[in-house]
């Protein structure tokens, strides 16, 4: 692994990041993104032109969950895979949780982060199922 890549360092970055996955705190997720993201969901590439409005996204699609259930979000198994000195690809999977701490759902995703300045941004994130996870 590059020497400037940190493995804790980005672990933590996407466990925060999978902590905040909630609707109490989806309003400050936008540090976690570059000023530009792009997700993939099967064969949906969607663009946002800002964090904000790619958190705004995030907020329509969390409501219908916190309806059936949907609590929070703990970080699993992540897997890290250096691209270039500032770049990572990092795929991990996640349980998500009720309010009562049950198992709500497994969901699985990837991403493209980038190394600016010491902080990490997810540029890029690809949903996929947890059987295509890539170790």
């Known amino acids: 692994m590059n020497a400037s890549i ?7 970055f996407i466990r925060r990041y999978s902590g905040d996955f909630k609707v109490s705190t989806v309003s400050g997720m936008s540090q976690y993104f570059c000023d530009k993201v792009t997700t993939v969901h099967d064969n949906e ?4 032109s800002s964090s904000a409005e790619f958190v705004e996204s995030i907020t329509q699609s969390l409501m219908p969950l916190v309806e059936e259930g949907f609590s929070h979000t703990i970080l699993d198994e992540i897997h890290i895979h250096p691209l270039r000195d500032h770049s990572i690809f990092v795929s991990a999977n996640y349980s998500r949780l009720n309010n009562a701490g049950g198992l709500f759902a497994k969901v699985g995703a990837s991403y493209v982060v980038i190394q600016d300045g010491g902080e990490f941004k997810i540029a890029v994130i690809l949903g996929q199922d947890l059987d295509n996870l890539i170790r």
Request: glycine share 0%.
């Open 6 to 12: 940190d493995r804790v360092a980005i672990t933590d």
């Open 45 to 48: 590439v969607s663009q946002y």
